[in-house]
Structure formats: C-alpha cells, structure tokens
C-alpha cells in the first residue's frame, strides 16, 4: 500500500549535522524514526503525526534531533545535529495507521538509510 524511501544517509564527523529524508506514497497517521546498530535493539528515535506536527523524541536524542514534515509532498525529515559515534546506526523511516508508539503498529517500513559518525 504505502512505499517508503529514505535518502540522505553518509558517513560525517562527530559535531557535524545531518539530515534524512524519507519520501512516501501514502500517508498514514504519522512516521516514525528508527535507529538499529549492530548489537542493539532497534530504537525509535522520533515520531510526527501528519495532520498537527506533533513530535516526539526519545531522550537520546533530544535536543539534537529535530523531526518534520512536507504534507503536499507527502515527505519527513529528521534534521540530526551534534552528531555522536554512538549515533551509529541504520536509520529507517516507518509508517503508522495509529497513534500508537510500538514499532510493531507500523505497518510499512523503509529499506534503511545508513549513518556513520566517525571521530
């Protein structure tokens, strides 16, 4: 139903900004980021609904992360700043028909966009 795809993944410098965007065909109650290191559990990282912005953010990242949203475009970003190696991670964008956080209420997930901070 809904096709998802993340772009704007590389490899930066601890301190640097980055920002990934995911591109969707369809829009449902809001998009989350998440985050999967190697030997970590996947981790969301922040959430915005479509219909009023409504962000959310988990503690590692707040104050450095910021979520948002084109709705004619049907696209988020997740502006990432003062990036830390332990940023380190495989970025996916996901799509949620609920307002509901855990990572098994989104129902269509991107192929995962790769982040690399390097000190």
């Known amino acids: 139903q809904v096709e998802l795809v993340e772009s704007g993944g590389g490899l930066v410098q601890a301190g640097d900004s980055l920002t990934l965007s995911c591109a969707s065909s369809?829009?449902?109650?809001?998009m989350g980021w998440f985050r999967q290191a190697p030997g970590r559990e996947r981790e969301l990282v922040a959430r915005i609904t479509w219909r009023a912005g409504m962000t959310y953010y988990a503690d590692s990242v707040k104050g450095r992360f910021t979520c948002s949203r084109d709705n004619a475009n049907n696209t988020v970003y997740l502006l990432m700043t003062s990036l830390r190696t332990e940023d380190t991670a495989v970025y996916y964008c996901?799509?949620?028909?609920?307002?509901?956080?855990?990572?098994?209420?989104?129902?269509?997930w991107g192929r995962g966009t790769q982040v690399t901070v390097s000190s």
């Open positions: 369809g829009r449902g109650y809001a």
């Open positions: 996901a799509s949620t028909p609920r307002d509901n956080f855990l990572a098994e209420n989104y129902n269509f």
